[in-house]
């Protein structure tokens, strides 16, 4: 494993709060989580969305989608919670896309440690409790525990899909990003495989109709 370590990458006015004689970790851990309000996700980047979404607004919608869920077995608030601490490591680590070089395995490394430090330097001191929850809560996405797990990794894809079918009809169908819908064969629960299938129904209608409008104009 690399010696990348969470604390190299703590941004300059952050690193003054925790260098005082008693540090307010609340508000060290709480500047922290600005900066996935300010990181915009990779994928949409590398793909010159302009306005494109920040981390935490994915998180946030992975949040609401988690009370939709019909399922009587799943507990949804703690997909709620799941969902709004998932992505929480990329705070530090930044947003890593499946093309990007960086193995599996290092990723998980640079997350884990940074989860491990934000829950036990920063949180702990304050809440002992919560600093648990949040590593249990990511662990259970990252490894896709239970039917919770299970269900917010599903979410994780189709909150993409939803944003990606967002983005093409900002560009008037004018921007490939068929790239982003291989993740549709990989969601597992049922629920969801019906959502992501009535949402390519509405993208199938969507790009139907453009067609048909622009032969209409030639
Ligand atoms: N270019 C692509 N980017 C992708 C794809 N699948 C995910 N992504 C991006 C989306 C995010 O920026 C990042 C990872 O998202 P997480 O929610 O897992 O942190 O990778 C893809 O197929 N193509
Ligand atoms: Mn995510």
């Keep these: ?22 540090p307010n970790h609340v508000l060290a851990f709480l500047s922290i989580t600005q900066l996935l309000k ?21 998180m946030y919608r992975m949040g609401v989608m988690s009370m939709l869920i019909k399922n009587p077995n799943v507990n949804r608030d703690k ?7 998932h992505d929480i490591a990329e705070s530090l680590v930044g947003d890593i896309t499946p093309m ?12 884990f440690e940074t989860v491990k430090y934000l829950a036990n330097e920063l949180i702990k001191p304050y809440n002992e409790i919560a600093a648990k929850e ?17 269900y917010t990794k599903d979410l994780d894809k189709y909150e993409m899909l939803i944003q990606c079918f967002e983005y093409e009809q900002q560009y008037n169908g004018e921007k490939n990003l068929d790239q982003f819908y ?37």
């Design 134 to 150: 949040i590593i249990e809560d990511w662990l259970t996405y990252e490894n896709g525990i239970g039917l919770e797990g299970k």
């Design 1 to 22: 494993m690399s010696s990348w370590k969470p604390e190299d990458h703590i941004p300059p006015q952050i690193k003054r709060i925790l260098s005082k004689r008693n």
């Design 38 to 58: 300010l990181q915009k996700r990779t994928g949409w980047i590398n793909n010159g969305i302009t306005n494109a979404e920040s981390i935490s607004d994915h």
């Design 182 to 218: 291989g993740c549709a064969n990989v969601i597992q629960t049922e629920e969801i495989k019906q959502w992501t299938k009535d949402l390519l129904e509405e993208r199938e209608a969507y790009f139907h109709e453009l067609t048909k409008k622009n032969h209409q104009e030639l």
């Design 79 to 85: 997909c709620v919670r799941i969902s709004l601490v």
């Design 100 to 111: 990007d070089p960086m193995t599996k395995e290092e990723k998980h490394h640079r997350e």
